[in-house]
């Protein structure tokens, strides 16, 4: 019984990207490439996945640290046949007796494709996946000689004397290899060629030298199947992933105006019946529920929004929690460990941090809550401002149920407000209130005659 791993090449610079990050943590809708090259791979391979990693690598494992991926670290990234030698002990050791390997700059890859291509690949020692392009770029060409593949040439290599015009039909960067053979094969790789690299794309050409079953699976324009090796081609996989997702959406019953604005990662979940207004983006792990509105020019990144709240133009969420009914802005920003309760309301420039507000607490305009509780039915006025660092520690504001702060208060915590407390406007509360009390920390008013 043949036994399958899967492999990820990743430990490439990506050269043409001119960035600092590794190209494989490049983002598309806020997620990083080779989060979407494991996701195809993983119901078909389950744990059966490494990743060659290699350039900044550090960088690569903290991304991905605590999601399950194996590793193999290629030191010095001599080229995507050396990649795959560096992997080959943890395939042998895992039992496997073939490899679905996978360039990690294929974001578009999906799961479809590799269980399609597996099936293809299952009377072959080598096979690879074709695609056809009218402008070939910089993809290795598939030579063929009355229809059967000989080798695949990389663009720099190519030379038209010794093969021919130039063939469209290139190569994706999936392969599917039978152990053994690798093992044979690769001793015989050389780094004889224009890049000085050990290319995985020569073993095609010396698995034919050496009469192995050799299978060039032929996958027309596949858009899945494109690369991303510069700024345009990540654009352009984005753009086309993100007209998927909002397919997606649209198909499953969620409403979008300027649907073609919107920008919704994958990982997130809205439901049927959400309506998003386009521009917006939604990110991360976010949930919008069922009849909850997202008004345009709006961020959300692990944000949860439940059923018929109502996020306001140019509001920013981030690891955030709007209840059911609540409504949010415009332009109110939802920081880390914000929670609003059923039919909260935030308005117009208030920033929420580490803050809960009850149900049906109002904070409408002007204001910064931080590291506070504030209960249930309690008005915050306008410029209310819970003063929680001391310039070195945190400290908590604990607001009753049914207060009203004034305009203009400033809460020095660590301090609490009783329930039913009222605050004069203007006040600088650094002592608790208690229950029912009125509390007024200002100046007194002095009228005084006028001097003419
Ligand atoms: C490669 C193929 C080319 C194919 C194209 C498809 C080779 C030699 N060429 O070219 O035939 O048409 O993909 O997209 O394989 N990597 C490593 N270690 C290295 C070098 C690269 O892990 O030492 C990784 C990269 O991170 C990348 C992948 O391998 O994810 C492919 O490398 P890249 O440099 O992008 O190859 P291409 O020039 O696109
Ligand atoms: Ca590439």
Redesign the pocket.
């Known amino acids: 019984m043949p036994k399958y791993g899967a492999l990820i ?4 610079k ?1 050269t043409r990207m001119h960035s600092d990050k590794p ?2 943590l490049q983002t598309l809708l806020g997620e990083p490439m080779l989060r979407f090259v494991a996701d195809a791979l993983r119901p078909l391979f389950r744990d059966a996945v490494w990743t ?1 990693i ?1 350039h900044r690598a550090d960088m690569v494992r903290a991304a991905f640290g605590d999601e399950g991926l194996h590793f193999v670290v ?1 030191e010095e ?4 046949g ?2 795959l030698m560096q992997a080959l002990p943890a395939l042998e050791d895992a039992g496997c007796t073939h490899v679905l390997v996978v ?4 974001p578009l890859l999906g799961a479809r494709l590799p269980e399609m291509f597996l099936r293809e690949s299952e009377q072959a020692d080598l096979s690879f996946a074709t695609i056809t392009l009218q402008d070939p770029a ?3 060409r598939v030579v063929r000689h009355h229809g059967r593949v000989v080798a ?1 040439v ?1 663009a720099k290599d190519y030379d038209e004397d010794l093969y021919g015009p130039e063939p469209k039909e ?4 999936l392969y599917c290899l039978n152990l053994a053979m690798v093992r044979q094969l690769l001793p015989h790789l050389t780094n004889a060629n224009k890049s000085g ?1 050990y ?3 020569d073993l095609i050409g010396l698995a034919v030298e050496n009469q192995y079953t050799v299978r060039g699976v032929e996958c027309g324009d596949d858009p899945n199947l494109f ?1 991303v ?1 510069s700024p345009v081609e990540l654009s352009r996989s984005e753009a086309l992933l993100g007209l998927q997702q909002v397919q997606n959406l649209l198909q499953s019953g969620v409403i979008l105006h300027a649907a073609e604005l919107i920008r919704v990662s994958p990982r997130a979940r809205i439901e049927p019946g959400a309506e998003l207004y386009g521009p917006c983006e939604i990110y991360g792990c976010s949930r919008v529920a069922r009849g909850a509105c997202i008004e345009s020019h709006c961020v959300l990144r692990d944000a949860v929004v439940a059923e018929g709240a109502v996020i306001r133009s140019f509001s920013h969420l981030e690891k955030a929690e709007v209840g059911p009914g609540a409504l949010v802005g415009p332009h109110a920003r939802l920081r880390p460990g914000a929670v609003l309760e059923a039919r909260a309301h935030v308005g117009n420039f208030v920033e929420l941090k580490k803050a809960r507000l009850g149900q049906g607490a109002k904070a409408n305009h002007l204001s910064y809550i931080g590291d506070a509780e504030v209960g249930e039915g309690t008005n915050i006025g306008a410029g209310t401002i819970t003063c929680n660092y001391d310039g070195t520690n945190k400290h908590k504001t604990v607001i009753g149920p049914r207060a009203f702060i004034g305009s203009n208060t400033a809460l020095v915590a660590p301090v609490s407000v009783g329930e039913q407390a009222l605050v004069g406007a203007g006040s600088v509360i650094t002592k608790n209130v208690p229950d029912n009390t009125l509390a007024v920390a200002r100046g007194r008013q002095t009228n005084l005659p006028r001097k003419s």
């Open positions: 090449l990743a430990a490439g990506g190209k494989v060659v290699g290629q990234q001599l080229g995507t050396h990649a360039n990690g700059d294929t910089a993809y290795g695949v990389e290139v190569n994706a960067g690299e290319y995985i794309t690369g090796n």
